[in-house]
């Protein structure tokens, strides 16, 4: 009996880790679009998804000063300056850049889009030292994979070409918009510097009471969705509910996922860097409907069970060990009664 339960705890304990070992690996893979198949359903801009941009010669880092400046409509407000110029500007190259303005011009709306159950295709345009983003709403009841590839395009021709997909809840993309603009402000030279601090120069310049806490710093989706320098990308996300955010702050809010093709060299090593040509990603999403969907406090269940048994295991072998010397022996009983027949 004790040995049936032994082997149903460790049944327990390794079946979520085997289970790993023979499920598909998403990630920087060479995979082709194909990999997201399915029947396509057409698409309703900002309504299905919506598209977004950051370009260079479009800066909104002086933009954080006047937040109370966004119309309803997410414009800008009539009482907002005019933006400075920057040094980035100057090398602005209209065949290089692609994007519309009101790619750029608008700020993502507060009202989300609808959620995402069906299949859908795109391709966008990503100028040179720039960012193409689309707003997704992805439901938790599916199983969702994005794939993106990309190439190049100079003139009419077709090249290789490489980028960094990331995938981003609302509010990390809101960090990395800001990195962005402060990146290609005509500060640009102080925060490159600041941001591309590799591990050793930041404990080397930063002060101790200030180690901990990086202003420039943004993250992608846990941590985990951040393909760098590549050309094709496969990544697939179960969500165990709405993606919630919430702060000490600010009210929980409602966090949508942005697909983020970057063109630009960032504050992370290892990234693309400019390439002085334009970016083509053709994006694929595909939705399946999940099965069975456990809820988020099965985990913890599970792992209670397992590390009380760890904790039980000890107690009931040692009472089982202190009483196998009281039980009387029938054998031994038998050998000391004297025979009758004698």
Not at 53 to 78: C, I, L, Q, T, Y
Not at 89 to 118: C, F, G, I, K, R
Not at 131 to 142: D, K, M, Q
Request: net charge negative; hydrophobic share 40%; with cysteine.
């Amino acid at each position: 009996m004790v040995q049936r339960k032994a082997v149903l705890l460790l049944s327990i304990f390794l079946v979520p880790l085997l289970s790993g070992a023979f499920a598909p690996s998403y990630g920087n893979v060479s995979a082709a679009i194909d990999d997201c198949k399915g029947d396509l359903s057409p698409i309703v801009w900002n309504e299905t998804i919506s598209r977004h941009a950051e370009v260079p010669h479009n800066n909104m880092w002086w933009d954080s000063f006047f937040e109370d400046d966004w119309d309803d409509d997410g414009r800008r407000g009539k009482n907002s300056p005019p933006p400075e110029s920057d040094s980035s500007s100057e090398s602005y190259d209209p065949l290089l850049s692609p994007e519309e303005s009101w790619m750029y011009q608008n700020y993502h709306s507060a009202t989300p889009v609808e959620t995402l159950t069906t299949n859908i295709a795109t391709t966008m345009l990503v100028g040179n030292d720039s960012v193409g983003t689309l707003r997704v709403n992805l439901s938790s009841a599916h199983r969702t994979t994005i794939c993106v590839e990309i190439q190049g395009l100079v003139g009419n021709s077709t090249v290789p070409a490489k980028a960094d997909i990331y995938l981003m809840t609302t509010s990390q993309y809101e960090n990395y918009e800001w990195s962005y603009d402060r990146m290609h402000s005509e500060d640009f030279e102080f925060w490159f510097e600041r941001e591309s601090l590799s591990d050793d120069e930041f404990v080397t310049e930063v002060s101790p009471e200030w180690a901990a806490f990086d202003v420039t710093g943004w993250k992608t989706y846990r941590d985990a969705h951040a393909y760098e320098n590549t050309d094709s990308v496969v990544m697939s996300v179960s969500l165990d509910g709405p993606e919630v955010h919430s702060s000490l702050f600010s009210q929980p809010t409602y966090q949508e996922f942005f697909i983020v093709v970057d063109a630009w060299d960032n504050s992370r090593r290892g990234d693309a860097g400019v390439q002085n040509k334009i970016v083509v990603a053709d994006v694929a999403i595909s939705t399946v409907e999940r099965s069975i969907v456990l809820p988020n406090w099965t985990v913890s269940i599970v792992f209670f069970v397992f590390f009380a048994s760890i904790m039980m295991a000890p107690l009931i072998i040692n009472k089982r060990y202190m009483r196998a010397g009281l039980e009387p022996s029938i054998e031994q009983e038998k050998q000391l009664m004297p025979s009758l027949n004698q």
